[in-house]
């Protein structure tokens, strides 16, 4: 069966058992802020395992498309994937674990006809009841059934809170004469296999059926669901590798044109060389796997997620390297990615320009950063380490030593950077504290310390085996991989810590299911005005029955008005009242699926459970945010129209003063295509079109091509919102507040179109009255710019550029004034030889550090051999810098390393290079001191030479 096969056949098995077949919801968790990234199939039906919301249906299956960050580093051996797809099925609160297990036999048997003999099972350690169905249901004799503890047999939470329960595994043995050829062989066996010292592989889990039972909050306790669930995941992958009778993953129908594109493109047979092999399974797997996450709307980054897709992106161009591939490639694996996969998944056909063009981008930066680690490497590291052992032989002492070494660093701080300079400085000046001068220089001029190689890596993507490679080849043993790994495990520990973050939300909640209260009724599409009873209140994270005034108080009506903030549109404000007592609504939250929370202030008199109230909402504001909604969504349909279909909402604010809409894509707008999304948009606002909206499943609304935002979670009955004059302009799944006409929205003036990330743009417009308020506050600039410059407004820009042209004019005569006046000056600075060195030293009077500079480098030419040192308060903060001729810096001087400590003196620092340094400071008065003070310090320099 191919990969296509095998998904199909499991979900209408399934779905021949009562099963719902449903959607694989996005890689980015939809309304979960407990994970990085969707890494398990029952991600999407958390909030029903948890009661927060209805499904669908009781029994549900889909193919779910997963991602585990804590496989990346591992990806390239035959078994470990980061991107896979989990095939499940599940109860919500329906069957348990008898049918569970019969289901699952049934299906590898029957419908996959695999081999009953091969099929072992395991069960978690006291599960007695699920080791008896496997025997009595299943007829899986005792011996092939194992007992496990929690590390094997218990799965989740997905992150470190949510639903959990010990699980049973089938696992499908490939024969005795594979693996470790032991007679205690058995599922989860790690026995060593003879010949190649790795972990025996008879074994395949190849399905896991968890009786989802508990909630484990984040102190890690556990108390039962509302019901028993069940959540079973087989991977697609895995079923391919048995099914077809295949060693590994890589060589299954899934990937095997992947691994022959990459292997195509090298010019690499996959099979003949270990190492190849390694590198190809590396660029198929994340070729794959970054395709996905970009179709889901993630962008390269460096934090949360967009890191995780920088890294792999990056490390498949790292392994590509390794097979010779200097060009651009991973967007040419990745449209085979698209081809391959495009039938299961329509989503990258649509987005294939979208996904390629942002993979080139990031394979281009990171070619842009090779650009500039190599030199870093090559012409500031190597030579720093190789010049060691002639700095510190001159070193009398640790003070000299560190002069020395700071003196070398300096001379190189050019291609390594100021930072870098200071770590490897640091790093020998401290060892040598701790073992001797001689062993730690020897230990620097041998190779290249853990933490250089480490930056080398994670700042300019240099893996460290060409670190290595380029510093032999210059004459060093190597890099130092003990604090390299150590580097790199520090870093896994925080990647791991980012993965596995999550809300610790359940105890809020908790507090409002503890309430026993229904959906709140939400009557707001219709009405702004309703009675209501107040069914429950919470003052201080606690039940209450009253509440007085001036307390904040969180109410819970029996039907209500109030929007709350959902899908970007801020919550309602308005007022609740019962006779002369009144609370003002601040906001409207909703905390659990369905219930509608006002936090609300008591500004007169009392509240009780159980009162009859009068809700009203401020008309006025919900007008305006209803205006800027609809706007987003003409907006959405517009950006569509102009750029490409590759542009998806990614975060949006609706808010009634503005609104702001994040969406994919590469590159700046044009101003020419802000404009023509603005035009296109008003276009339709005074076409005056129809806003209708209905309601049907999340399902027939994808179906018919309805949008859906990845960030929101959706129930499975849905309201559609439709801007249509004639054919459909724009069709979303929105449960948000609208206009019943576009033109009631007035005009739409796009204020800013700016970038937010790689790959992702953000507009922010107005609308309304506030877009009106905006054109008045902009004429009257205009006239009082016209007024000031006594200009008609047509003949405004002409002025302007009059008065520019006269000003750069005006400005170039003060310069040359500026810059005669500095001759003066520095002729008569004080010239001098400090232990027989030429010093020209002094204070000079300059509106800018450039002229400070232009003096240096006049001074610097003119004594030929020597040192400047000039200081200059400039607007109001005192300025300094040296500079030093070429011999000088040949015979050891640093002239960043001078003006550092100097500028202590007037409460400053600095640094720079050997032949230039700069400094500034808070004490204007001590800059005479400063001065005196570097001069000083060649005096030192001189002495510790002789």
């Known amino acids: 069966m191919t990969g296509d096969e095998i998904r199909e056949a499991f979900l209408s098995f399934f779905e021949g058992k009562g099963h719902l077949r449903i959607p694989s919801s996005s890689l980015i968790p939809g309304g979960d802020p407990t994970l990085l990234l969707t890494n398990a199939g029952m991600v999407q039906l958390k909030p029903y395992f948890t009661g927060e919301m209805q499904p669908p249906g009781r029994r549900l299956t889909s193919s779910q498309k997963c991602f585990r960050t804590t496989d990346v580093g591992q990806v390239g051996d035959a078994t470990h994937l980061t991107f896979f797809e989990m095939l499940g099925n599940f109860s919500v609160g329906d069957y348990f674990k008898e049918d569970a297990i019969r289901f699952a036999w049934e299906f590898v048997t029957e419908r996959l006809g695999l081999e009953p003999e091969r099929i072992w099972a395991s069960v978690f350690r006291d599960d007695d009841e699920a080791f008896e169905l496997w025997t009595s249901r299943t007829g899986v004799p005792a011996e092939r059934i194992r007992r496990f503890g929690e590390e094997d047999n218990f799965w989740g939470p997905a992150g470190s809170e949510g639903p959990c329960g010990p699980c049973s595994e089938l696992h ?489 809409f994040d969406f994919t894509h590469v590159s700046p707008l044009t101003r020419e295509e802000l404009l023509e999304v603005q035009r296109l948009a008003n276009e339709k606002i005074r076409e005056n079109v129809a806003v209708v909206w209905h309601e049907t499943t999340y399902r027939e609304a994808v179906a018919d091509g309805a949008l859906a935002f990845f960030g929101d979670r959706y129930g499975d009955r849905v309201r559609v919102v439709e801007v249509a004059n004639g054919a459909p302009y724009s069709v979303e799944v929105c449960g948000g507040t609208h206009v019943h006409r576009t033109g009631d929205i007035g005009f739409c003036h796009i204020v800013s179109e700016t970038g937010i990330g790689s790959g992702l743009r953000r507009i922010e417009a107005v609308t309304g009255s506030s877009a009106e308020a905006l054109m008045l506050e902009q004429a009257a600039e205009l006239e009082s710019a016209t007024g000031l410059l006594e200009s008609a407004p047509g003949e405004l820009v002409s002025r302007v550029e009059g008065l520019l042209s006269e000003l750069r004019s005006a400005n170039r005569r003060a310069d040359s004034l500026e810059r005669e006046l500095l001759k003066r000056q520095v002729a008569e600075l004080t010239r001098s030889e400090i232990e027989g060195v030429p010093v020209v030293s002094g204070m000079l009077n300059v509106t800018n550090v450039d002229f400070l500079r232009e003096a240096g480098d006049w001074l610097r030419n003119d004594i030929g051999s020597g040192i400047v040192i000039l200081g200059a308060v400039i607007e109001g903060r005192p300025a300094m810098m040296a500079m030093a001729t070429p011999d000088i810096v040949q015979r050891g001087f640093d002239a960043g390393g001078l003006v550092r400590e100097a500028a202590k003196v007037m409460g400053g620092g600095g640094g720079g290079r050997a032949d230039l340094g700069q400094a500034g400071g808070r004490y204007p008065d001590k800059l005479p001191d400063a001065i005196r003070a570097a001069e000083e310090g060649v005096r030192a320099w001189r002495e510790a030479q002789s």
Request: proline residues 3%; glycine residues 10%; contains cysteine.
């Open 172 to 660: 499908y043995d490939f024969g005795a004469d594979r693996g470790c050829l032991r007679s205690d062989c058995g599922p989860n066996c790690e026995n060593k296999m003879p010949g190649t010292g790795q972990t025996c592989d008879r074994f395949i889990e190849m399905w896991n059926l968890v009786f989802m039972q508990f909630y484990q909050d984040a102190a890690g306790e556990r108390t039962p669901l509302p019901a028993p669930n069940i959540d079973t995941g087989m991977g697609l992958e895995r079923a391919a590798v048995i099914l077809q009778g295949k060693r590994s993953i890589y060589e299954t129908d899934l990937f095997d044109d992947l691994v022959r594109s990459a292997a195509g493109l090298s010019g690499r047979t996959y099979g003949e060389d270990p190492d190849d092999d390694y590198a190809l399974r590396v660029v198929a797997e994340h070729a794959r796997s970054a395709a996905f996450l970009i179709c889901d709307g993630v962008v390269p980054g460096n934090g949360g997620r967009n890191y995780v897709l920088r890294r792999v992106i990056r490390r498949a161009i790292r392994y590509g390297r390794k097979l010779g591939l200097e060009d651009p490639f991973l967007s040419q694996v990745a449209e085979v990615v698209i081809d391959r996969m495009g039938d299961a998944y329509p989503d990258l056909l649509q987005r294939r320009e979208f996904i390629l063009r942002v993979m080139s981008l990031e394979e281009e930066r990171f070619g842009q950063a090779l650009r500039t680690g190599l030199p870093m490497l090559e012409e500031g590291l190597v030579p720093f380490h190789l010049g060691l052992a002639d700095a510190a032989a001159v070193a009398k002492d640790e003070a000299g030593l560190r002069a020395a070494v700071e003196g070398l660093a300096a001379r190189v701080s050019g291609s390594i950077g100021d930072a870098l300079e200071q770590q490897v400085v640091e790093a020998v000046v401290t060892a040598a504290a701790e073992r001797g001068t001689s062993a730690a220089v020897d230990e620097a001029r041998r190779r290249l310390s853990g933490i250089e190689a480490f930056v080398l890596y994670d700042t300019y993507g240099l893996p460290p085996e060409l670190v290595e490679e380029i510093a032999q080849e210059r004459g060093l043993e190597g890099i130092g991989w003990d604090g390299f790994d150590r580097e790199m495990e520090a870093q896994r520990e925080r990647a791991s810590a980012s993965a596995e973050r999550f809300g610790g939300e359940f105890d809020v909640v908790r507090v409002y299911q503890e309430l026993g209260l229904e959906e709140t009724t939400f009557l707001g599409y219709e009405t702004l005005e309703s009675a209501a009873v107040i069914v429950g209140m919470v003052v201080d994270g606690a039940q209450s029955e009253r509440a007085v005034e001036g307390q904040q108080v969180e109410v819970v009506l029996s039907d209500t008005p109030f929007y709350a903030e959902l899908g970007g549109q801020v919550g309602d404000t308005g007022t609740i009242m019962a006779g002369e007592s009144v609370m003002e609504v601040e906001d409207a939250q909703a905390p659990i699926a369905g219930l509608t929370v006002h936090r609300c202030r008591v500004t007169t008199g009392s509240f009780n459970v159980g009162d009859s109230v009068d809700a009203r909402v401020d008309a006025r504001r919900r007008a305006s945010v209803a205006r800027n909604h609809t706007t987003t969504h003409l907006l959405h349909a517009t950006l569509r129209n102009v750029l490409g279909f590759h542009v998806q909402q990614h975060g949006s604010l609706v808010a009634p003063d503005r609104l702001r």
